[in-house]
């Protein structure tokens, strides 16, 4: 079993930065696909930007130019840099992991693990 585990949130700013972690445990973590997903109260799931098992990546067109996400399977870690953060970029950021994948997002219950989620806030 693969786990996934974010970090990074907290109360930022707008205009402020934040940088999102998806650590995962496992060997095969360079087979996955991890995508980013966030959903504020009362909203859906939503993707944000996802990173094949072969580094494409694919973004949300709310978080292009703002966001980035990066892999580093030496460390079995996907990264997210969020820039230019915006109120309506506030909700619970999610990763999820798909093996062998790409950047394209699919239905939420296709994911093989999702993470616990981590708060983001951005004050206006």
């Known amino acids: 079993q693969v786990q996934l585990v974010e970090s990074g949130g907290g109360l930022v700013q707008a205009g402020g930065s934040l940088r999102l972690s998806c650590a995962a445990s496992g060997r095969t973590f360079s087979t996955y696909a991890i995508h980013w997903f966030r959903q504020a109260p009362g909203k859906e799931r939503d993707f944000v930007a996802g990173?094949?098992?072969?580094?494409?990546?694919g973004y949300a067109d709310s978080v292009k130019g703002r966001f980035t996400i990066s892999r580093d399977n030496d460390v079995n870690t996907v990264n997210l840099q969020m820039n230019s953060l915006k109120p309506e970029d506030t909700a619970v950021y999610y990763c999820?992991?798909?093996?062998?994948?790409?950047?394209?997002?699919?239905?939420?219950?296709?994911?093989?693990?999702w993470g616990q989620g981590t708060q983001v806030t951005v004050s206006s």
């Open positions: 999820a992991a798909k093996r062998y994948y790409s950047a394209v997002p699919t239905t939420l219950s296709y994911y093989d693990y």
């Open positions: 990173i094949s098992n072969w580094n494409s990546t």
